[in-house]
């Protein structure tokens, strides 16, 4: 699972990150809401952790940024303010869920894996095209190297890898790794497939997904002249 956490207490945001760790996740820790916007525009994530108060950016305005670009992933809000108005606002903005501080350990991670359910496993272990590898156990994508992918990701690259012989529209990928999220747009699809491009460039993989926003993608093996 992969986590992005903003939040602006360093001693918190330290002792958080290593608890995500100790449960096997990958984390990446953000101190404010502009390097937290930085983060989510490079790569995708299971869950966002999300404190209210921080500086530059507060954590509505994050949230609020997050899904004026179609990012649906799941938000979970930290607070200290434990007026309703403010718990309102936040779900209202868009948030999944809400934890006031201080909160115990314990709850943390079971409201993170309740808004993080995974699907249950495919029927394969592993698929392949040429030397690029799709580990569904690990959740990783591998040619040269290796990088973690989220749930989304993987989804969308699983179903590109089972479909290289045809090119599937942006309306069936919404359908079939967006499901019932209304709130996934064209404009998703486009993120997604903009983040696993720059990871299939990143572990050096011969495949890239091809197709333009709104349309049909595929994954295609990359000839060398």
């Not at 019932?180 to 404009?187: K, L, V, Y």
Request: hydrophobic content about 40%.
């Amino acid at each position: 699972m992969k986590i992005l956490l903003a939040e602006d207490t360093r001693d918190l945001n330290r002792a958080v990150t290593v608890l995500f760790q100790l449960q096997g996740c990958e984390v990446d820790s953000a101190f404010d809401g502009e390097q937290a916007l930085d983060y989510l525009k490079n790569d995708s994530y299971d869950c966002v952790v999300l404190d209210i108060m921080m500086p530059k950016v507060d954590g509505l305005g994050v949230l609020a940024e997050m899904r004026k670009r179609h990012i649906t992933t799941p938000v979970l809000l930290l607070t200290a303010k434990a007026e309703i108005d403010d718990r309102v606002a936040g779900l209202d903005a868009g948030a999944d869920d809400y934890l006031p501080k201080p909160f115990a350990a314990k709850e943390l991670l079971a409201r993170v894996r309740a808004l993080t359910r995974r699907r249950q496993k495919d029927d394969f272990v592993e698929l392949r095209l040429g030397s690029l590898v799709l580990n569904a156990d690990q959740y990783t994508l591998s040619s040269s190297n290796s990088v973690r992918l989220s749930n989304k990701e993987f989804d969308l690259m699983a179903l590109l890898m089972a479909n290289t012989d045809v090119a599937l529209s942006t309306g069936y990928l919404l359908d079939h790794v967006w499901k019932h999220d209304e709130t996934a747009r064209e404009d998703t699809v486009w993120l997604y497939v903009a983040y696993l491009n720059r990871k299939l460039q990143a572990i050096n993989a011969s495949c890239t997904i091809s197709g333009t926003k709104g349309g049909s993608f595929q994954l295609t093996e990359v000839r060398e002249p």
